[in-house]
């Protein structure tokens, strides 16, 4: 059974210490090599491979003290000395560096819209009142790459699944009110720089700067008239796509603030941003065009767009995974 294995292989390694301080090192590396592959546990792994490069380096055998040091980074890039570690491997273990090569992160949240720069169009020539909202829950992914610049300094090229959708509430004339949902889908790539502000513990608060283009992938409008009238029926219909009717690419500046928790070879993280659309989100199509979207919800709904530039506040919550490279330093 695999109990009895790790049990041999924990009895190994006690036989094997004991033989390295009798001075029969020979054996050792032997004993052990086996083990070495998947029969101990994290702490029996630390004290093998401590043991191993101790042998070797005992020994003379210097190349394979360097190979089995580079293993032990491999598996232990964040390994900090101990003060019951042997001056003979704090010696090797100060003569290679480990260096963050790429962070991989990813993000899960929500984004909340919320429109500006709102410049209102009417289909009559009274504008009536018009109120715009939108939920809190829309689907936000993205998976991040993350490059060092300095200590606290990194650059971010990430690409991002989000999901927008607005509500606008308009009143006709008094004939009635027009219900406008509009969701968008958009791919969004930014560049970012993040900033590690302090760290205390685990943990360490950051803030983001970034700026990228936001692609719509589709946009959709689910429509109903209600009229005021009793008697009269409430127009609704299948929804309706918007991409005639909406730019291809919105260019997007990034604000973001978030902390992180340091786990073994990574992050956990928690992240609040918010996302400013510079380019107004309204294309006129051809008024002529009876295949525009836009003249079906203006004839039918009574509801014509307003120019208006998309944002977001985003909210995710996420893991990083750390690459780590350990090297031999220059002689």
Do not use: W
């Not at 592959?37 to 702490?43: D, V």
């Not at 003290?65 to 704090?90: C, G, I, Q, R």
């Amino acid at each position: 059974g695999y109990s009895q294995e790790t049990g041999t292989c924990a009895e190994k390694l006690k036989t094997a210490q004991s033989l390295f301080e009798k001075g029969q090192v020979d054996q050792v590396a032997g004993m052990i090599k086996e083990c070495m592959k998947s029969g101990f546990n994290r702490e029996e792994s630390l004290s093998a491979y401590k043991l191993l490069i101790q042998t070797y380096l005992f020994e003379d055998k210097l190349e394979k003290a360097d190979s089995s040091m580079l293993d032990f980074l491999k598996k232990n890039p964040e390994y900090a000395l101990s003060p019951t570690d042997h001056s003979s491997f704090v010696h090797l273990f100060n003569n290679f560096k480990v260096k963050p090569v790429v962070q991989i992160s990813l993000h899960f949240g929500t984004n909340m819209p919320f429109l500006t720069f709102i410049e209102p169009v009417s289909v009559s020539s009274l504008p009536g009142k018009s109120v715009y909202s939108s939920k809190a829950i829309n689907l936000y992914a993205s998976i991040e790459a993350k490059f060092k610049l300095s200590k606290k300094l990194e650059i971010n090229f990430e690409t991002g699944y989000s999901q927008m959708a607005f509500t606008n509430i308009t009143d006709f004339m008094e004939i009635g009110k027009t219900n406008y949902t509009e969701t968008q889908k958009r791919l969004e790539l930014p560049v970012s720089l993040t900033y590690d502000i302090t760290t205390f513990g685990k943990f360490t608060p950051y803030g983001r700067f970034g700026f990228g283009p936001a692609i719509t992938l589709g946009s959709t409008a689910a429509t109903s008239f209600n009229p005021t009238a009793l008697n009269d029926t409430p127009r609704t219909g299948t929804d309706v796509d918007r991409k005639d009717s909406r730019i291809s690419m919105d260019l997007v500046t990034q604000l973001g603030a978030g902390i992180k928790l340091k786990t073994r070879g990574g992050f956990i993280f928690a992240e609040l941003r918010s996302n400013f659309g510079i380019i107004n989100q309204t294309v006129r199509g051809d008024l002529t065009s009876l295949t525009n979207s836009s003249e079906d919800l203006r004839f039918y709904y009574f509801y014509v767009d307003d120019d208006f530039k998309l944002n977001a506040m985003n909210f995710s919550i996420g893991y990083t995974q750390i690459f780590y490279k350990p090297s031999k330093r220059k002689e």
